[in-house]
């Protein structure tokens, strides 16, 4: 019986939608053991349904530009959602229900736009790429990356707009020793830590003829931690000293933009025209350090003695970070810039201690992904 009711609303909804720019969404819940007693709320485009256990439904709408459909099924502590590329005046008929990983939904029939689904396989690369550099003074470069996966959520928010999250983390280490003409090597060390959240807000496009419209807002916070530490021991005939620095900044960071685009389609997915960016990164940075002198002496006529001295911490407030800039482009070449593709990377760089050169090591680690 419900099979019969779902394709008598299939057949009545196809003939109002066909010659429209229109799509058809059905909605299908067998009947299971599973989940059964529980409803599963079905969301999109601003409307909400639910369904029970073996009922179904069927909803007429008018079909959104970028033509990219978002479907989030929710039922108890499980989620689900499915990226719909719509083609005008198509039904769709989708199968939602509980498995063994929880809520699922399944297209079961109608087409979608291959062109608009293939193009994110077409624009990211999940494979690592490599580099190896050797430079003229024996120092080696190394660089590797890959896209992260979540390039798939940037390519949706480009077609779709809304507000999406972005996350950026970094490391790094390095190493460094050199001599000093009369004096024992000296040693030092240093690295960093930084996570940098920001939120994306995107108005895209409207196509239409004549003179089209969008508009991005970023908002965001930054930490990093810089450490810097180093250690000589000076050698006499009496006495040696041994002398430690360490040295830590924090940096925190805002992260405020506005971009304005105005311009018009030269196809549905080529917009082109001006757009007027608007930057601002004030910043708190914070210092504090302290330095440790200690002599011993080899005879008893000079005593020895250790110095601490600490630094007494500091900051400093810089209002400055303002930036303005009118860029000739089209859309997809400036969002690229503002929201860069999410990556995986790993970098490591050694120069040998070869003639006046120390010896350097330095190692990177970072990562930026995107959130919905």
């Given at each position: 019986m419900n099979k019969l009711l779902l394709a008598m609303l299939l057949l009545v909804s196809s003939i109002i939608a066909r010659g429209q720019d229109n799509i058809t969404i059905a909605l299908e819940r067998p009947s299971k053991l599973t989940g059964s007693a529980g409803k599963i709320f079905v969301s999109f485009e601003g409307q909400e349904v639910s369904l029970r256990n073996g009922s179904s439904t069927s909803i007429n709408l008018p079909l959104p530009h970028p033509r990219v459909i978002e479907i989030k099924v929710k039922g108890q502590l499980y989620k689900a959602s499915y990226s719909l590329h719509a083609i005008p005046g198509e039904v769709y008929s989708f199968e939602v229900g509980y498995g063994f990983k929880g809520v699922y939904i399944n297209l079961i029939s109608g087409n979608e736009d291959l062109i608009a689904t293939s193009k994110i396989a077409d624009d990211a690369n999940y494979d690592w790429k490599s580099n190896l550099k050797r430079g003229q003074d024996g120092s080696l470069k190394f660089d590797a990356e890959k896209i992260h996966s979540s390039e798939e959520i940037r390519q949706e928010w480009l077609r779709k707009g809304g507000t999406i999250g972005y996350v950026s983390l970094g490391a790094v280490a390095s190493y460094f020793s050199?001599?000093?003409?009369?004096?024992?090597?000296?040693?030092?060390?240093?690295?960093?830590?930084?996570?940098?959240?920001?939120?994306?807000?995107?108005?895209?496009?409207?196509?239409?003829?004549?003179?089209?419209?969008?508009?991005?807002?970023?908002?965001?916070?930054?930490?990093?931690?810089?450490?810097?530490?180093?250690?000589?021991?000076?050698?006499?005939?009496?006495?040696?000293?041994?002398?430690?620095?360490?040295?830590?900044?924090?940096?925190?960071?805002?992260?405020?933009?506005?971009?304005?685009?105005?311009?018009?389609?030269?196809?549905?997915?080529?917009?082109?025209?001006?757009?007027?960016?608007?930057?601002?990164?004030?910043?708190?940075?914070?210092f504090m350090g302290t330095?440790?002198?200690?002599?011993?002496?080899?005879?008893?006529?000079?005593?020895?003695?250790?110095?601490?001295?600490?630094?007494?911490?500091?900051?400093?407030?810089?209002?400055?970070?303002?930036?303005f800039d009118i860029e000739f482009s089209n859309y997809y070449a400036t969002m690229s810039k503002l929201a860069p593709k999410p990556m995986l990377k790993v970098s490591a760089f050694v120069i040998p201690p070869v003639g006046d050169y120390p010896l350097f090591i330095s190692i990177g680690l970072g990562l930026s992904i995107y959130k919905r």
């Open positions: 050199m001599d000093l003409e009369g004096l024992d090597p000296m040693n030092g060390y240093g690295g960093g830590l930084s996570y940098h959240y920001s939120w994306l807000n995107l108005k895209i496009p409207e196509y239409k003829p004549g003179l089209s419209t969008w508009r991005s807002f970023v908002g965001g916070l930054g930490f990093d931690a810089l450490i810097y530490s180093t250690k000589m021991t000076i050698e006499e005939d009496l006495f040696s000293m041994k002398i430690n620095n360490f040295n830590l900044t924090y940096i925190i960071t805002a992260n405020i933009g506005l971009t304005l685009g105005l311009g018009k389609f030269r196809a549905e997915d080529h917009w082109v025209g001006v757009a007027i960016i608007a930057k601002y990164r004030p910043s708190l940075n914070l330095s440790t002198i200690e002599t011993i002496s080899s005879t008893p006529y000079l005593p020895s003695s250790t110095t601490t001295t600490n630094i007494d911490p500091t900051s400093s407030f810089n209002l400055g970070g303002v930036g």
